[in-house]
């Protein structure tokens, strides 16, 4: 079975600061991953995405985020953090199996202050 | 990418009675899937739907429930049956781009059943 982590529901950082938002997957065949973020009383926007080539991917709005395989792991990074990053972060993996939707971490809050 | 348009964006319903959720797609796709976000929760997929056959549903989502119809590569509903103040939820539709590595996701319909 395939499963997604996130540590931390809640982050909070001062703007300019660095964002870590933390992102372990389990999977039994090599996955694919991703990270969304929701702001309030909206959908999901992607924000980047791995899929088995580089594994330092950079997405929109200034993230980026590297896959680990040694630790499982893929964990989304901003240098410096803006008010208008606050929003909910969720991390998905799709294992290329059968099922082909998506598999979603609980999500992590993100919090910038002024 | 796909552009999904979903409707109603938001509605509050009385209790006992059914909501269709429609999902319309710029694009013809294969798969279509049906998430639900409890209040504060991460998403949850209900069921996925493909085109001419019938939906197949998660583990604890039944079709009584949550009805689906597929007539076309383009466009699918949900249905929320009998609602309970515990449907209350974001329901969202989404759509996988190309295989495993891209889903696009609607602005999702935000239910309240009182």
């Known amino acids: 079975a395939q499963s997604v982590t996130q540590l931390g529901s809640h982050v909070s950082v001062s703007e300019g600061a660095l964002v870590l938002l933390r992102c372990n997957y389990s999977?039994?065949?090599?996955?694919?991953l991703f990270w969304y973020v929701q702001y309030p009383n909206q959908g999901l926007q992607l924000l980047l995405k791995y899929t088995s080539a580089a594994t330092l991917v950079k997405g929109i709005n200034g993230f980026e985020a590297e896959f680990k395989k040694s630790e499982t792991s893929f964990h989304l990074t901003k240098p410096s953090a803006h008010m208008s990053d606050a929003a909910e972060y969720f991390c998905a993996l799709n294992s290329q199996t059968g099922r082909r939707a998506l598999t979603f971490g609980s999500g992590t809050r993100l919090q910038v202050q002024p | 990418s796909a552009v999904i348009s979903q409707k109603p964006s938001r509605d509050i319903c009385q209790r006992g009675t059914s909501l269709t959720i429609q999902c319309q797609v710029d694009s013809q796709v294969t798969m279509m899937f049906w998430y639900r976000q409890q209040p504060g929760q991460s998403l949850t997929l209900i069921a996925t739907a493909n085109q001419g056959s019938e939906a197949t549903y998660e583990s604890g989502f039944v079709i009584d429930k949550f009805p689906i119809s597929r007539p076309n590569l383009t466009f699918s509903t949900l249905t929320v049956s009998n609602m309970s103040p515990e449907d209350s939820s974001i329901y969202l539709c989404?759509?996988?781009?190309?295989?495993?590595?891209?889903?696009?996701f609607g602005q999702g319909t935000r239910l309240t059943v009182v």
């Open positions: 989404s759509v996988e781009g190309q295989t495993y590595t891209e889903a696009f």
């Open positions: 999977s039994s065949v090599p996955p694919y």
